[in-house]
């Protein structure tokens, strides 16, 4: 017997991750998504992949374009993921404000103040249930260790703490 989706969501929701926005395409047609489904995948060829609903408007437009960025927020970056999630009611290229973003070497929305970009090329579609698992070619990438990422648990915003290990 198949967990229930309800069950399956309450307990991925113990699951820490860490908070990106998915960018593609170019201005004045651009899109993006806060997605938490992103995960390394292989380091030859060195890939990434993210899982994505169909029924988003970033689903079509990524594959369309064939291009994207995942860029992992920095912890002061929650009003960028309440945006990027479709709190505010704002869509496509609405939501991007011009002074936050520059463009990575690909040509896709790159978030100013992030900790990591991953730059990438689609390089397949897998379809499983209700989302697409798109896995990119990564590029290019930037990041930097002065910044600490934003992560989502239990329903809220969270932030990474390290701890020593016991002596
Ligand atoms: C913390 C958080 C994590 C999310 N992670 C994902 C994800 O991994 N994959 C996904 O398809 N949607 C995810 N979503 C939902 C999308 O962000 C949301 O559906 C968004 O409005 C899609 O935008 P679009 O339709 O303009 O592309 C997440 C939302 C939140 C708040």
């Known amino acids: 017997m198949a967990l229930s989706a309800e069950e399956f969501r309450r307990m991925m929701r113990r699951y820490p991750a860490a908070v990106t926005v998915i960018t593609t395409g170019q ?8 997605a938490t489904a992103v995960m ?3 380091m030859e060829p060195v890939q ?6 169909r029924s988003t408007y970033t689903h079509e437009r990524l594959v369309r374009h064939g291009r994207f960025c995942v860029n992992v927020l920095e912890r002061g970056q929650i009003a960028v993921a309440k945006l990027f999630s479709g709190q505010g009611g704002m869509m496509g290229d609405a939501r ?7 463009v990575a070497p690909s040509g ?16 397949q579609c ?5 989302h697409t698992l798109v896995i ?4 290019a990438g930037c990041g930097t260790q002065a910044l600490q990422p934003l992560l989502y648990l239990d329903g809220a915003w969270a932030r990474a703490e390290k701890v020593a290990e016991p002596a």
């Open 27 to 34: 201005a004045p047609d651009r899109a993006g998504m806060t």
């Open 40 to 42: 390394s995948l292989s």
């Open 48 to 53: 990434l992949v993210c899982a994505i609903n």
């Open 96 to 102: 991007f404000g011009d002074e936050a973003w520059t």
């Open 108 to 123: 896709v929305p790159m978030l100013k103040g992030a900790v990591l970009a991953f730059d990438c090329h689609l390089a």
């Open 126 to 130: 897998v379809d499983a249930g209700t």
């Open 136 to 139: 990119g070619e990564v590029e």
